[in-house]
């Protein structure tokens, strides 16, 4: 049975992300990878997405700028075409990447960038 941190984790994940995405994530759920999607729901989505201590434009910001400066890009691309409910703007987005370049590394920031516009482009195309 889902927690009350379960069910705010999966409408601020559908906010974000898009009933679209989530659909697709839920449909490819399995037994084995349930624990982790509850922890991301409950954890990620459930706590800090949904702490209206920082705005989902903040979030977005900070998270796009923490995949960079990690090099965790695989997630770039989701969180790009989720600035679209968030309110980040591409103004906003490329202050964070300039913030990655000074702060953890200008290749980073470079490849994070080109996938950026590579997601913009294809969210412009599908538009």
Do not use: C
């Not at 927690?3 to 989530?22: I, N, P, Q, W, Y």
């Not at 705005?55 to 090099?71: E, K, N, V």
């Not at 997630?75 to 300039?98: C, K, L, N, W």
């Amino acid at each position: 049975m889902p927690s009350d941190r379960f069910d705010t984790g999966m409408k601020t994940r559908r906010a974000v992300l898009g009933d679209e995405h989530v659909d697709r994530a839920e449909a490819a759920r399995t037994d084995f990878d349930t624990p982790f999607q509850t922890l991301i729901t409950e954890g990620a989505w459930g706590t800090l997405w949904s702490d209206p201590a920082i705005s989902l434009r903040d979030r977005s910001m900070l998270t796009l700028a923490l995949l960079a400066a990690t090099g965790n890009f695989d997630e770039i691309p989701m969180h790009i075409r989720a600035t679209a409910r968030t309110g980040a703007s591409r103004e906003d987005v490329i202050q964070a990447f300039m913030h990655v370049a000074v702060y953890a590394g200008v290749p980073r920031a470079n490849h994070a960038i080109k996938l950026a516009k590579a997601t913009y482009a294809e969210m412009e195309a599908e538009a």
